[in-house]
């Protein structure tokens, strides 16, 4: 395959690589649980096979001779000469693992990245028990065809196809014979319809041949571009084409089997064309777009959004009432086109929680504890850029239930617990929102060990420690650097994360809450946006700057009288409905200087941070509006309680707050 063939098919061979690996991980996690059950182990051979092919085929030998042994490996399983035990298992999966990273490599810089590939072909080798099978050896003449074969001689030269006898012969130094094999068939199917192959294909696969094989092959192409494409495969040594006598030579049959024979050989004909055509016209409704293709789109869509703002507010400058009508209609197709766009960037959550089995099994076995992963709601829908942001978090979310909260076999049962822990994840969408759950039924937060932990660190007074409600303690363990781990293991428990996770959920838009009970678990709550690109905003000033505030952590717009708010611990509160809300002044915040005057009553934005609601004292409710958020670049990633910026219908910008990280400041 030349390097321009190669770059054409590289990013389907890396998505349809990405698929296999995870379908060949879900399905050893199940040949784990149920290792007498042969259906995962003739799934898990389908897919080394496949895989060997697709990797041998696009030139990456690393991969193509793992996959191989793989293949040769579970063969023998399959026919029961031998047994798969847990140690065989682990083994698989340490392929698996290295392919992965031949995988990654090759998605990053275009090579298998090293592994200890020769490593694990030998250990995979070193169990075999079955006997070599015995080498059939191909007939120095060419083999004769059957009746049947002949039939199909005839139909493709009336159909004028050229029929050609191919002898191929292989390098005597070739190791691996059946990837060569198969890419010669696979190079010749690109240019017609392979007959015969002697061995048959099975055999060919199992290497039941010595050096070459022979296929009778039917195409509309000339003998030597035949041959060219054969020489192209690596390690084929010659390669011998010539014409098929005008009539094949036929192997004597038992007319009325050859008759049967036909038969069902046309009505197995009639129905693949027929299930192929089905399959065509299903695969011809879908297909592939590359990311950042959408992205681009969605940008387009943003600035159509800011465009419309703008001619909006020009119109109501002007107060032009024949504009009114025509700014309807644009505001509903371009709110069609954001809904459409919006939905062909979201994919299911299952693209992040596929990993976490192979994940809790891993560090299950490596702590000594008996862990179920219970996974809910896996087909609710994300934001394929927020999907790839919150795999890591998610990753430390899980380290932390399995580390610190699920306890070790014998102490849940002397605790009256089964001594199998269960870890659930579970996400709805809840309005404009996807909620991910990470809950575990392990020992909990304690907020006692909390509190004399802040006090040990000097973070507070032992009064003030006191003072704390068990849900404030518990919020302890979101500041930076907090840990109650008594020993820093190599899953968790080095003092950072919980922090990190925090800030990133609110980075991107979203919120983040624990909830926990001694002896019953914990509950973490992660809330996050639909989309990260065009979000509902209420626009407020403060001072002379406009701000914008993502709806979806606004609960309510009050206005709050000079006389209502008083002070209580030193920080101004007023009461709504009958309960303290806390009160903020962004002016404060923000370090922007503002004459308020002898106002008698406040604008306030209400917001919910965690299960607690805090008010912001804003200048002016300006109103709502759709916002394109764009990113702050590199200078003001790190900035905190500010989430982006977007462009307003006046052409000046706004910076969109992040209202728990503002609360923090």
């Not at 693209?351 to 862990?371: N, Q």
């Amino acid at each position: 395959m030349t390097n321009l063939d190669m770059q054409q098919y590289l990013g389907a061979f890396l998505d349809e690589t990405t698929e296999q690996l995870q379908s060949l991980n879900d399905l050893l996690l199940s040949l784990e649980k149920s290792p007498d059950d042969p259906g995962p182990i003739d799934e898990i051979f389908r897919i080394a096979h496949t895989l060997k092919g697709m990797s041998a085929t696009m030139g990456f030998e690393g991969m193509a001779h793992l996959t191989h042994a793989m293949e040769d490996r579970l063969d023998l399983v399959r026919k029961g000469t031998a047994r798969l035990s847990q140690e065989g298992v682990n083994l698989l999966f340490l392929c698996l693992d290295a392919l992965s990273s031949m995988t990654e490599g090759i998605r990053e810089g275009g090579r298998e990245s090293s592994s200890d590939v020769a490593g694990l072909i030998a250990r995979l080798h070193e169990d075999r028990a079955a006997p070599a099978a015995p080498v059939a050896e191909v007939p120095a003449e060419a083999p004769r065809l059957s009746t049947m074969e002949g039939e199909w001689v005839k139909e493709a030269r009336r159909r004028g196809m050229d029929v050609y006898e191919i002898g191929v012969t292989l390098s005597p130094d070739c190791s691996m014979k059946a990837v060569r094999a198969y890419m010669v068939v696979t190079r010749l199917g690109e240019h017609g319809e392979i007959i015969k192959t002697v061995p048959s294909v099975d055999d060919l696969e199992k290497e039941l041949f010595d050096r070459q094989f022979w296929i009778y092959f039917a195409t509309h192409e000339e003998e030597e571009e035949i041959r060219k494409a054969v020489l192209q495969v690596s390690e084929v040594d010659d390669v011998s084409v010539g014409p098929v006598a005008g009539d094949a030579e036929e192997e004597p049959e038992d007319e009325e089997a050859v008759a049967l024979d036909a038969k069902t050989v046309t009505e197995s004909k009639g129905s693949d064309r027929k299930e192929a055509a089905q399959e065509t016209r299903k695969l011809s409704r879908t297909v592939r777009v590359d990311i950042g293709r959408l992205d681009k789109l969605m940008n387009l869509v943003g600035e159509l959004v800011i465009g419309r703002a703008r001619i909006e507010r020009l119109a109501q400058e002007a107060r032009i009432k024949a504009f009114e009508e025509p700014l309807a209609q644009l505001g509903r197709i371009s709110g069609d086109i954001q809904e459409l766009v919006t939905k062909l960037r979201m994919v299911p959550v299952s693209f992040v929680f596929d990993r976490f089995p192979r994940l809790v099994r891993d560090l299950s076995k490596s702590l000594g504890k008996e862990i179920r992963l219970e996974l809910e709601g896996k087909e609710t829908e994300l934001d394929r850029n927020l999907i790839d942001e919150i795999g890591d978090p998610m990753v430390h979310l899980i380290r932390n239930c399995i580390d610190h909260g699920i306890e070790k076999p014998e102490v849940r049962l002397s605790a009256g617990k089964e001594k199998e822990g269960v870890v659930t994840i579970a996400s709805y969408q809840e309005g404009n929102s996807v909620i991910i759950e990470v809950r575990d039924d392990g020992k909990g937060i304690d907020p006692d060990k909390v509190r004399r932990k802040a006090v040990e660190r000097g973070m507070m007074s032992r009064d003030e420690a006191q003072a704390l409600s068990d849900e404030d303690a518990i919020r302890l363990v979101l500041l930076p650097g907090f840990s109650t781990a008594e020993v820093v293991t190599d899953v968790s428990g080095r003092g950072v994360g919980m922090d990190a996770v925090k800030n990133k959920v609110e980075s991107l838009g979203g919120q983040f809450q624990v909830e926990s009970r001694v002896g019953k678990g914990t509950r973490i709550v992660v809330r996050l946006p639909l989309t990260l690109a065009i979000v509902v905003a209420l626009l407020i000033r403060v001072g002379d700057e406009t701000y914008a505030i993502s709806l979806e952590n606004v609960e309510e717009t009050l206005l709050v009288g000079k006389s209502d708010i008083r002070t209580v611990h030193g920080s101004p509160v007023t009461t709504v409905r009958g309960e303290i809300l806390s009160l903020c002044d962004l002016a404060r915040i923000l370090g922007t200087p503002v004459e308020r005057g002898a106002a008698d009553e406040y604008p306030v934005v209400v917001v919910r941070n965690g299960k607690s609601r805090v008010g912001f004292i804003v200048d002016e409710l300006i109103g709502q509006q759709e916002i394109v958020i764009k990113p702050l670049g590199r200078l003001f990633m790190k900035v905190k309680g500010v989430a982006g910026a977007t462009i307003l219908g006046d052409g000046n910008v706004a910076l969109i707050l992040e209202p728990g990280s503002v609360h923090s400041m």
